[in-house]
């Protein structure tokens, strides 16, 4: 995209399951917007002109899309993600960063979304509830990956302008909805950007009413590097 001014963009930047779905049904829903999600999860040679090409074919005021760490970093190996979003800002497109503090739900909300070996209840009524039977070994990875990311994710926003959203604050609690999405449409200059969707979150419940493992998790956590989570310092990083 270089330094040229576009039509009017915006990225959600964040290292997954940090409330980037609940945004996108919001941006879907409004008449103004057009957001595609994770158009970058396949390498193409010039990711840069990739995204300018569809900013440029939005048929809408306004175009979204999603990206990630990963999509940056694994995906389209980029040595240096930080020039890409410095690039895209210079050339109009607004940075949005999805992140979480609680590190441990975070960890168990990714192995919920993708991991082949995360089972769920099946209580007599033979219909699938929401505890799950968490492997810790692949916890603690899960939790290292995270970290790892998370640290990525701030050196790829060094000296990028960004409105930052934290999951807990902005996107756990419905109650917080009407606030969360006036502050996007002050930022991304759009007006009536509103609320949609379902608002049941995981996080509403104690992890002992979701994982059905939920002492052994506790006793592998508190034997390992991140025993800190366990804490009122659960915020720290490990790095």
């Known amino acids: 995209m270089g330094t040229r001014s576009h039509k009017p963009s915006f990225v959600l930047f964040d290292i997954g399951q940090s409330g980037c779905m609940t945004l996108s049904k919001w941006f879907a829903a409004h008449k103004q917007i057009t957001f595609q999600p994770d158009i970058l999860q396949q390498a193409v040679r010039f990711p840069r002109l990739n995204v300018y090409q569809h900013i440029r074919h939005c048929s809408t005021d306004v175009y979204g899309f999603s990206l990630t760490v990963e999509q940056l970093r694994q995906v389209q190996r980029e040595a240096n993600p930080n020039q890409i979003l410095q690039d895209m800002h210079r050339g109009g497109c607004r940075v949005i960063y999805l992140t979480r503090r609680d590190a441990l739900r975070h960890a168990i909300a990714t192995l919920k979304a993708y ?19 968490v492997d810790v070994s692949e916890l603690l990875a899960c939790l290292k990956y995270l970290d790892n990311q998370r640290v990525e994710a701030k050196a790829i926003l060094d000296e990028v302008p960004h409105l930052e959203l934290v999951y807990e604050d902005d996107l756990m609690d419905p109650n917080m909805y009407a606030a969360t999405a006036q502050n996007l449409s002050q930022f991304l200059d759009v007006p009536h950007i509103r609320p949609v969707g379902n608002s049941l979150k995981l996080v509403h419940q104690h992890l002992s009413d979701i994982v059905v493992n939920y002492e052994e998790v506790i006793e592998s956590v508190e034997n390992s590097d991140y025993a800190y989570l366990l804490t009122n310092s659960r915020h720290l990083l490990t790095v």
């Open 115 to 133: 991991s082949v070996n995360c089972r769920f209840d099946i209580p007599e009524t033979g219909t699938r509830s929401n505890k799950l039977t």
